[in-house]
């Protein structure tokens, strides 16, 4: 049995709904936590399955509904969703719940969040799982120099397009919005996600990341890249929006140890469609 529960979390002058969920009785006694970032077009709810094989394992988990999610922490100027202040939200995250470390796991651009946050502060992290996007500057070779990637991101321009994007996701009751998920994303997750997304503001929040994206998320990080926390990259062969080459390339900025787990058949949804074996990459990672 397990327990969660909802509450706010003040960061920064913004307000994030975080779950926090961990093993039912269980105190907290100082045991380092999974932090689990969402990514685009989610929420914190993706984790619910993966969360429970995590408490079951004995881990506490923490996972917020990401800026521009939680309608506490959704600023309307896109500069306010550059890399700095994803990043920032997740430390300052940390100080106000008073943890030192933690296992960091992202997917989409939660792992991309999170990469940044082990290259700038590898030390408020005891292991990183990075789920589908790669190391930012594997990201970017790829796409200067992979054409399978190059397609794979045409997406990206049409996200960028403040109006156009919001009018095609969410028009004829979010049709589009929803046809993204496939069949690999649970119906009441999918509603969860689209409720969100539909509320004033929020889809408008969550594509300026998209819009906000500078030359630093998509080639190579400047300085010292590499990532120096044990790691493991979890990367699925079904994935229509990242391609093998970036995924490839991703250990030679992983100093640390390192470990590339393939996931065969899984689509880009890999929270929801293959739970199982992500918590027991996490598991794994974070045991050591």
């Known amino acids: 049995m397990d327990t969660t529960r909802r509450e706010a979390v003040q960061v920064g002058g913004m307000t994030f709904d975080v779950v926090f969920g961990g093993p039912d009785g269980a105190p907290d006694d100082g045991a380092t ?3 689990l970032l969402h990514g685009f077009p989610q929420s914190a709810s993706c984790w619910g399955t993966v969360s429970a094989r995590l408490h079951a394992a004995g881990l506490r988990t923490i996972a917020p509904d990401q800026r521009g999610y939680s309608p506490g922490a959704r600023p309307s100027a896109v500069e306010d969703y550059e890399t700095p202040h994803l990043v920032g939200d997740v430390i300052g995250l940390l100080d106000a719940l008073g943890l030192e470390r933690v296992h960091l796991v992202g997917h989409d651009w939660g792992a991309a969040v999170a990469w ?13 799982t990075a789920v589908s996007v790669p190391h930012p500057a594997a990201f970017g070779r790829a ?9 794979r991101s045409t997406y990206i321009q049409l996200f960028r397009q403040p109006g156009k994007a919001e009018e095609l996701l969410l028009e004829d009751g979010a049709r589009r919005l929803r046809a993204m998920y496939g069949d690999a994303v649970p119906a009441g997750q999918i509603e969860e996600h689209v409720r969100l997304l539909s509320e004033p503001g929020a889809l408008t929040a969550a594509l300026n990341w998209y819009r906000a994206m500078t030359a630093h998320r998509t080639s190579d990080v400047a ?4 990532v120096r926390v044990p790691t493991t990259y ?4 079904d994935d229509m ?10 250990g030679r900025h992983v100093t640390g140890p390192y470990r590339f787990a393939v996931l065969e058949g899984v689509t880009h949804w890999v929270p929801e469609q ?15």
């Open 223 to 226: 300085g010292d890249d590499a």
């Open 33 to 35: 936590p999974v932090l």
């Open 234 to 237: 979890v990367w699925s062969t």
């Open 241 to 250: 929006a990242l391609g093998r080459t970036g995924a490839e390339e991703c």
């Open 274 to 288: 293959a739970p199982e074996e992500l918590a027991e990459l996490i598991v794994e990672r974070a045991a050591g």
């Open 143 to 151: 796409l200067r120099e992979d054409a399978d990637q190059q397609e």
């Open 116 to 128: 940044h946050v082990a290259i700038r502060h590898p030390d408020r992290l005891a292991t990183l």
